[in-house]
């Protein structure tokens, strides 16, 4: 470095995706040239290549850098961007939304955004939510039936809770992890790195992934299950922990449905009511001491007995009706898949699905965490619901080593709750089809806004990133249905196939250019308790702005600015912060973050209030082995496992055409759909690529690095196959997110639509999805896969 250059280091940390990695930004004469890990913040102990490529992806020539209008119509090739002022966007922005909620209702204006995970949207992802909610639109596409449906709300039908979303892994102190279709070495960095210390002090690790992934390659055990086959293995290890007593029957007894009776005859909890008894509402259980029905009361939570009296097994006539606990009914029901008959199903050898029972249960606790792997299927909530079911049985909620709810820094909620009138909230796109889908929590899956889009009761989107067309399966009815809209405006710190569908775009500064609050980094208390207010490393390249700023500002020229202290970030920020005593001024001071002395509170279910037990925010209080909630609304109340709708044993006959399940992963390199572009990143895999196993590979005459077709009925995109010999030879698994070429290592990009496209989602469909959340088989479905003659592949080179 020359004597006149000035270097700074400043500490910050990564927001491009999840993992949030404390890190040193290191600048030269005010510029960024290099991001490293830093070992005092609570997830600083390494970045990945991502985070290295920090300064590449902000100075990186294609960013966006000003406004953006469109003069071409939608449907041309090039949208023939112009440059306007950002008073001009902003005025254009609020003029047309507000005309658009006058004639058709805010509820026709649908707010989107890229994934927390996968983005620095986490820095302000709560505010466009009070915009949207302050605007009056119950729609939010978010990509939460393909991302946090199962981690997050379809575990509140079996817990009440967000578990394991908001109820962390405890990898500090875990006997047993167990990630399920999760592999944190790509996804979840500070995972990854606490994982490997955790079986560095003897933890156990279980990996269930049809591919031997990451630290699946050093596991205990690793299941190579068949995909979208989860549910039945699930069933099958609850089967085993219930006939070899592998489970905390103090626990079960006091903390779940259980003991509560169900009716032989309609298989819904008995009420006090119909058994004769006088207190309407009240569940039945049987008294084993005193052999008599006891009634328990959801609102106290109570028995009136010592719940160890209370059977688990045998079979009772009460009030003329017969009946049996919920346990000896879970118990039966997983009867059809015993081990031997789950292999069957999902390719794991019975051995050591009861293997893994007994590892579950003897290396207790166990911490769990599901992801991605679970979540793109036509049974997703089934299969978390099995998942969760299992995790109850070990008694290991909320408890040192579980799954535990970090004790947060508290804080006022800004998301705008109670902006969206309750009139507002149901007029959510998909909640008449789905009720208990993400729809009642405000999220709308994309086959329901494309649906909307398409039959007019979507009229606009205002956009913070996603890249709906290629996250989204069938990316050309998204194209179809974006180009119907009659306004869109895409924010985005990099031009996309979604943002070329959009009226306006505006300049987002990618969040090393720009102040953020970051409130806990979630993966154990002391990141939990740590408070950072993120400092720019370098300014706005161009005219970008925060996400934030583009929130306050559109906020106060639709005349919501009283929602939104006038515009001012810092009073927000400052209302925000009020509970936890810590100050703006203390945080701008002290760039490393602020941590209180937070201490995790376990097993909060038991805490008594007034005599009364927190229990669990479920219908019953306590955790539902058994869901009435889901029966309500025609789904299996207990844990049901059906074949993936397009399956090898679900549809036979389209099987003998495309014989391959076809699954996908994550890159390491990319998050999604970015980071094509970056050379670093893209120099290590320069073409979207297919895992196969050697032996499908020989059998179709393709050689590892040969460009092959990836044919579904829907149609075919390209890849390059890489061989991968712990793959079934049934199993192929391709990668999503390919369309950006890169320049300067002369590298192409992709459609998004046709016959030359890289990307999978053209040829996966949204539907049919699962039943609750309208989820989308993206990760089971039907495939061959063909080697491109010589010829094409000279010819694919050559297009290079
Ligand atoms: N087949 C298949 N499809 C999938 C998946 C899969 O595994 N397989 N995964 C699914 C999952 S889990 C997800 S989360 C979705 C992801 O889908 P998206 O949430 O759309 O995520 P990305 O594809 O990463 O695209 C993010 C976009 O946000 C922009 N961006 C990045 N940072 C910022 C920022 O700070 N502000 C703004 N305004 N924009 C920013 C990027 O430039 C990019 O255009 O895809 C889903 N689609
Ligand atoms: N480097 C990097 N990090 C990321 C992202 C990224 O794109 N790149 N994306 C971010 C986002 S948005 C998300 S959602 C997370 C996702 O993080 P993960 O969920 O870990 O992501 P994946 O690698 O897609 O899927 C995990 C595993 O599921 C397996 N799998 C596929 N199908 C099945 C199945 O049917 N059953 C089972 N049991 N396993 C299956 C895959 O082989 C894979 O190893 O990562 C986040 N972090
Ligand atoms: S894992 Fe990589 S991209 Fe994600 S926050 Fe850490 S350094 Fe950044
Ligand atoms: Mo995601």
């Not at 029966?631 to 049901?640: M, R, S, V």
Request: aromatic share 8%; proline share 8%; hydrophobic share 40%.
């Amino acid at each position: 470095m020359k004597g006149s250059e000035r270097q700074a280091r400043t500490p910050t940390f990564c927001a491009l995706c999840v993992s949030r990695c404390g890190a040193t930004a290191v600048t030269v004469d005010g510029r960024f040239t290099a991001l490293e890990p830093d070992p005092a913040h609570p997830t600083g102990r390494a970045l990945c290549v991502k985070g290295k490529a920090a300064p590449a992806i902000v100075g990186h020539a294609d960013r966006v850098l000003h406004p953006l209008r469109r003069t071409a119509p939608k449907g041309a090739e090039d949208p023939a961007w112009e440059r306007i002022s950002w008073d001009d966007a902003i005025d254009t922005v609020a003029a047309r939304l507000s005309a658009i909620a006058t004639t058709s209702g805010p509820e026709s204006v649908v707010f989107a955004a890229a994934s927390p995970s996968t983005s620095a949207i986490s820095d302000s992802v709560d505010w466009i939510v009070r915009l949207r909610r302050a605007f009056g639109s119950p729609n939010f596409t978010c990509s939460m039936e393909l991302c946090g449906w199962g981690r997050y709300l379809a575990s509140m039908y079996t817990f009440g809770a967000p578990v394991p979303g908001a109820f962390m892994p405890d990898l500090e102190r875990a006997g047993c992890i167990l990630y399920w279709g999760y592999n944190p070495s790509v996804a979840r960095l500070v995972h990854a790195t606490a994982t490997v210390d955790a079986r560095r002090r003897g933890a156990k690790l279980v990996a269930i992934d049809p591919r031997r992934a990451g630290l699946a390659s050093s596991a205990d055990h690793w299941l190579r299950v068949r995909p979208g086959s989860d549910g039945a293995l699930a069933i099958a290890i609850v089967g085993v922990l219930l006939e070899r007593g592998f489970y905390d029957v103090e626990f079960v007894r006091r903390w779940t449905n259980a003991p509560l009776l169900v009716r032989a005859d309609t298989g819904r909890l008995l009420r006090s009511e119909e058994a004769g008894g006088a207190e309407p509402g009240r569940y039945v259980a049987w008294d084993a001491v005193a052999a008599r029905p006891v009634s328990y009361d959801p609102t106290t939570r109570s028995y009136g007995v010592d719940e160890a009296r209370l059977a688990l097994e045998g079979r009772y006539t009460v009030g003329g009706l017969e009946c049996r606990p919920v346990l000896a009914e879970l118990a039966d029901h997983c009867r059809e898949y015993t081990p031997d008959a789950a292999a069957e199903i999902t390719g794991v050898p019975a051995a050591d699905i009861a293997r893994v029972a007994e590892t579950l249960w003897t290396s207790r606790p166990v911490a769990f965490y599901t992801w991605s792997g679970l979540e793109q299927h036509s049974g997703t909530t089934q299969t978390i619901r099995a998942i969760n079911v299992l995790y109850a049985l070990l008694g290991c909620l909320d408890a040192p080593g579980g799954n535990v709810l970090f004790t947060p820094v508290p804080t006022n909620p800004v998301d705008g709750l109670d902006l969206l009138a309750p009139e507002q909230r149901a007029k959510a796109f998909g909640l008449d089809e789905r009720p208990l889908g993400p729809a009642r929590f405000e999220f709308t899956t994309g086959s329901d806004f494309y649906a909307a889009a398409l039959d007019g009761r979507a009229r606009a989107l205002v956009n913070f990133g996603a890249n709906l067309v290629v996250a989204q399966g069938d990316s050309a009815r998204g194209r179809d249905a974006l180009t119907q809209l009659d306004f869109a405006v895409h924010a985005d710190t990099f031009l996309s196939p979604t943002a070329d569908l959009a009226d306006i775009v505006l300049p987002v500064a990618t969040p090393f250019e720009v102040e953020a609050l970051r409130i806990g980094f979630e993966v154990n208390q002391q990141a939990q308790s740590l408070v950072q207010l993120r400092r720019p490393v370098q300014p706005p390249r161009g005219e970008a702005r925060s996400d934030l700023e583009i929130v306050f500002a559109l906020a106060k020229r639709l005349g919501l600015g009283a929602q939104f202290w006038d515009g001012d970030i810092d009073a927000a920020w400052r209302h925000q912060l009020a509970p936890s005593g810590i100050t703006l001024e203390q945080l701008r001071a002290q760039p490393a973050g602020i941590a209180l002395p937070l201490k995790t509170v376990h097993r909060k279910h038991a805490r008594i209030r007034d005599g009364i037990p927190a229990g669990f925010r479920t219908p019953s209080g306590k955790v539902e082995l058994l869901s009435e909630t889901l029966a309500e609304h025609g789904h299996p109340a207990l844990p049901t496992f059906t074949e993936p709708a397009i399956s090898p044993r679900s549809r036979p006959d389209l099987a003998v055409r495309y014989p391959l399940v076809l699954t996908c992963a994550k890159s390491v390199r990319f998050a999604e759909s970015q980071h094509r572009q970056i050379a670093t990143l893209r120099r290590a895999t320069p073409d979207p690529q297919l895992e196969l196993h050697p032996d499908a590979a020989a059998a179709r005459a393709i050689t590892a690095g040969d460009w092959v077709r990836i044919v579904t009925p829907n149609g075919a995109v390209r890849a390059r196959a890489r061989l991968n010999s712990t793959l079934d030879p049934g199993v192929v698994c391709g990668q999503h997110g390919w369309w950006q070429g890169c320049a300067e290592l002369g590298l192409p990009g992709y459609p998004p639509y046709g016959p030359d496209s890289a990307n999978l989602n053209l040829i996966l469909r949204q539907e049919p999805s699962d039943p609750v959340s309208g989820s989308a088989p993206l990760r089971a479905s039907l495939c061959e896969v063909e080697r491109i003659d010589t010829q094409n592949a000279a010819t694919a080179r050559a297009a290079r």
